[in-house]
């Protein structure tokens, strides 16, 4: 088991110099804006362009620049500074990281609250009127953009321009150190809104894997036992039907908190998904790097967790 | 006096998308405390659904189940769902094929053993797991201790299987459903099996509902046979009676299909023509006329009664008897002339 994470974590390690490398290439070979000029301002003369395009490094070879990066990175956990405001992007990065992890948090638990229910509820009455609203429910949840679904909530439920002053509108977030309470209430929207697709797809996935569960012979066993139906549902077909699912889940967290671009910019919560939303705006190569770089690693720890918690969930499988 | 289990006339039918399967069209027989009723028949005669009819696993929304099933008097037909929990484990217990895939993958065997326990009696964990441990001894399954903790996929297949007797004969139940127990393990492993679910049944008094495909394990351990074809019983009797005079051209075929090593070898195996029929739409008259080598004009038109022709043999066939024991005569293996 130690040696299969050591060398989980060795190929961590080609991954991440991999990603950053592409997003190095992809910056420089994709047309975009030039940072120095962004960050000279309007009217800047050329000289001023040229001195600010010498101090960021950009005047240097591509090759040189990241090597000049990896090194850094390598070596002090540096991610270099933003080109717009000259700030350590893995401050910057760190200081987003709490709202990032709030809304995934909560996302989580939702649409792990409601899809588990849902999709058993549906599994054990197949094709019944219940299931079939369920799954049509589904179905809109996994359609349905985010973008347009945290407008339609806003438009509803926003305290500012809300049909119905309920929750925080888009901008209010406070983080669950300085006011719970408000943390709680700034979220709510866009914890729904983020776990709708999810919620919806989980339902199909638990329905789906419970349906085939319980066609197993042990479930059979089970009920020849003259264990009561819901034990047999429950303990029996759903802890096997969710095995699986564990994978998926692990993997959905570890990319949601690489950045929920689109929630956190519907509902302008300061996190690294807006983080990263703003820096690819602003040509910010640092920034954009950052944000990548972390995401990838997310990825690749859940990935990690979730091999290694699958040998505690199915005794069948061994490394 | 009634027999502790009593199946009269069950019928079972599924609805399926291809049309209405009758799976069991009319099966009635019945097993004593101490007895062992085999049950024998291609796959998808029937005999399997017959049994898991009989503790209510056949209660789906699609399937039709009619009849009656007497166990100690009550119809277990029309118990409700909670009360046949109650019977199913500690009165009616049952076994399955492929033991690996009847444990649950995911839970260690004792644990299994263990919520058999607790689903029926008032008692704590850890007495629930000394009878665990006692049970898996019971079934001669070597440091039980050590066992009770491994997971199914960590045992050999005959270990699986007398976890699973072990599992079902825990709670000492009146009635042992088997369900082809041995079919999925090695011929050696089989014969143990057998022989600790005969010695078990022997020590609890236990009535056992053996069903198979296989003749040879019927003959080690059945007092009395059930031959089912197609949904029916087509002949019945005590054990002696079927393998030395068998009346019904089926189990005819049936012990003329076996390998046998007590008779001059022929040059092939006699298997019975034809396939098993649709239970869709069944033949008419006799089910088995279509890959019957005995068919007479009227079997194709009228459905033989299970009729008895010998006190406790029963047979449905139209042809006479006097034909069938003629026919029966010339057929039988003979036994290898000294040599």
Known sequence: ?319 | MAALLDIHDLRVSFQTRDGVVHAVDGVSTSVDRGKTLGLVGESGSGKSVTALSVIGLTRLPNAEVSGQVLFDGTDLLQLSSERLQSVRGPRIAMIFQDPLSSLHPLYRVGWQIEEAILAHEQVSRRAARARAVDAMRAVEMPNPAELVDRYPHELSGGMRQRAMIAMALVLNPDVLIADEPTTALDVTVQAQILELIRSLQHDFDTAVVLITHDFGVIAETADEVAVMYAGRIVEQGPIDTILEAPEHPYTWGLLQSIPRLDTPRRDRLEPITGTPPSLVYPPTGCHFHPRCPYVMPMCRTMDPELLQSDPGHFVACHLPVAERRRIWQELRPKPAEAA
Do not use: C
């Not at chain 1, 490398?21 to 960050?39: E, Q």
């Not at chain 1, 101090?55 to 990175?73: C, H, R, S, T």
């Not at chain 1, 792990?112 to 079939?132: C, E, F, Q, T």
């Open chain 1, 1 to 319: 088991m130690a040696r299969y994470i050591v060398r989980r974590l060795a190929w961590a390690v080609v991954m991440l110099v991999v990603v950053s490398a592409l997003t190095f290439l992809i910056f420089y070979t994709f047309p975009s804006a030039d940072p120095a000029a962004l960050r000279a301002g309007r009217q800047a003369t050329p000289q001023l362009i040229e001195q600010i395009r010498h101090a960021l490094g950009l005047d240097k070879p591509v090759y040189e620049q990241f090597f000049i990066y990896m090194k850094n990175l390598g070596l002090h956990f540096d991610l270099g500074y933003s080109y717009q405001n000259n700030v350590p992007v893995r401050q910057e990065i760190f200081a987003r990281l709490p709202a990032t992890i709030s809304l995934t948090a909560g996302a989580f638990v939702v649409w792990m609250l409601i899809g588990i229910p849902v999709g058993v509820l549906s599994a054990i009455r197949p094709r019944s009127v219940g299931d079939r609203v369920a799954m049509g429910g589904a179905l809109v949840g996994i359609s349905a953009p985010v973008y347009w679904l945290g407008l339609v909530a806003l438009f509803l439920f926003a305290s500012d321009i809300g049909k119905v002053h309920l929750f925080g509108g888009a901008g209010s977030y406070v983080p669950l150190t300085q006011d719970p309470g408000g943390w709680v209430k700034s979220l709510i929207l866009p914890w729904f809104v983020l776990a709708a697709a999810f919620a919806a797809f989980y339902a199909r996935m638990v329905r789906g894997n419970l349906i085939e569960v319980m066609g197993e012979d042990y479930i059979r066993t089970a009920r020849a036992k003259g264990l009561p139906e819901r034990r047999v549902i429950l303990r029996h077909g759903l802890r096997a039907a969710l095995t699986p699912i564990v994978t998926i889940a692990g993997l959905d967290i570890g990319i949601l908190l690489g950045g929920a671009v689109l929630t956190e910019t519907v509902f302008n919560i300061p996190g690294v998904g807006r983080f990263a939303y703003d820096s690819i705006v602003n040509s910010d190569l640092p920034a954009i790097q950052g944000t990548v770089l972390f995401g990838a690693l997310f990825i690749i720890v859940a990935n990690l967790i979730v091999d290694i918690a699958y040998a505690f969930l199915d005794p069948r499988v061994r490394y």
